[in-house]
């Protein structure tokens, strides 16, 4: 009776490792999914903000060349130009760090799906191309 309940005992102890292993993957997977689609959509967002500050960008040089036009014929003054102008830096600046983010978000998202190096065999390679394309599913 003594052995049988050690034996239990053994049993219990190793069901129980096996289920702490069972959910131990299974947060470690949900741990890569969440990763995964938060890179993803990061890729997605900073792609949105550099189209949306491109077009803010190309409104702004629109409204420059149609207020020069207005001071040069007097019926708008220097500081409205000078304004509209530092408005169009800005918008620049906003488009060049939008540039940016992107492909430093697809850089995380392939590195969080494995993509980041092509392997082939035993040697892996990492191609600077690679980092301008979303991985394929």
């Keep these: 009776p003594m052995a049988n309940n050690a034996a239990r005992g ?7 490792r096996v289920a702490a292993g069972e959910y131990d993957a299974q947060g470690a997977a949900n741990a ?20 949306a500050s491109a077009e ?10 149609v207020e020069q036009d207005n001071v040069a014929s007097g019926e708008s003054t220097l500081l409205d130009l000078i304004d509209l102008e530092e408005r169009y830096a800005t918008a620049r600046t906003d488009e060049i760090d939008a540039l940016r983010s992107y492909p430093l978000a697809l850089v995380d998202l392939r590195l969080v799906t494995g993509t980041l190096l092509e392997t082939s ?11 301008l394309e979303v991985p394929a599913p």
């Design 121 to 131: 065999g035993d040697l892996a390679t990492f191609q600077p191309t690679r980092l």
């Design 32 to 51: 890569v999914a969440s990763s995964v689609l938060n890179s993803l959509e990061t890729v997605r967002l900073s792609l949105a903000q550099y189209q």
């Design 10 to 16: 053994e049993v219990v102890r190793r069901r129980a």
């Design 56 to 65: 803010s960008t190309r409104i702004y040089a629109r409204a420059l060349k």
